[in-house]
């Protein structure tokens, strides 16, 4: 089953408006990371954050992280055309070693 | 970030052939590397893990004898998928997490598999 669930499945934006991603997930973790991906292409990783985390930013990314809801948002602020892609949350789950589970993804679109 | 590469970044093959993707930690070493399999608008699903200096372990309905997973080196895990069908075609991507760097995971740009 899916660890973890993004919503919405779909978004689509103006350029310089702000893109909110959510990520559900179900079991505990020792940490979750957000990634991009263009089309076709590999996945970028965005951000970390760990268990014991709440927020954290980088550049134009604010992540946020609630284990006590099982839940992290990704906002991207002030979005270019550029940031149009596909974004996927993976959780460390306790105990797996590392492995990384994903959800179905976000795809993005951001209009010039 | 750590980088991974992968080669090659496509591949077309006849149904029958087997195909060897490669995939390379370039500044870090990494005992563990994780394959997995991504169809067209899909998520990406782990295939195995490749364990340096043992045997992969996989994924439940992953056939270990179809995609063979050999850890060469630390920074070298290659994925053999034997007796290539249509259905195989996908798109792999292996990752590798960097312990001692927070545990971040850094991906491959992925090899294109078609099977005629």
């Known amino acids: 089953s899916q660890q973890g669930e993004e919503d919405p499945q779909a978004l689509s934006i103006q350029e310089g408006e702000n893109a909110t991603m959510n990520c559900s997930y179900k079991t505990s973790i020792n940490n979750l990371q957000w990634y991009r991906q263009n089309s076709g292409r590999g996945l970028v990783h965005l951000i970390l954050i760990r268990s014991n985390e709440r927020e954290k930013h980088s550049g134009r990314l604010r992540v946020t992280l609630d284990t006590s809801k099982k839940s992290s948002s990704l906002l991207i602020t002030a979005s270019r055309a550029a940031d149009t892609a596909s974004y996927f949350c993976?959780?460390?789950?306790?105990?797996?070693?590392?492995?990384?589970?994903f959800g179905k993804g976000i795809t993005l679109s951001v209009r010039p | 970030g750590a980088v991974v590469s992968q080669h090659p970044s496509w591949v077309i093959c006849k149904s029958g052939t087997s195909v060897k993707i490669e995939c390379r930690s370039l500044d870090f070493q990494a005992t563990t590397m994780f394959w997995y399999r991504q169809f067209p608008k899909q998520s990406l699903m782990l295939m195995a893990t490749?364990?340096?200096?043992?045997?992969?372990?996989?994924e439940q309905g992953v056939e270990k004898d179809k995609f063979l997973i050999n850890h060469a080196s630390l920074t070298l895990s290659t994925l053999t998928v034997t007796s290539a069908h249509p259905e195989d075609s996908s798109f792999y991507i292996c990752?590798?997490?960097?312990?001692?760097?927070?545990?971040?995971?850094?991906f491959g740009p992925g090899t294109r598999l078609t099977v005629l």
């Open positions: 993976a959780t460390d789950a306790t105990g797996a070693n590392s492995k990384l589970t």
């Open positions: 990752s590798a997490p960097t312990s001692g760097r927070g545990d971040e995971q850094f």
């Open positions: 490749s364990n340096e200096g043992s045997k992969a372990t996989y």
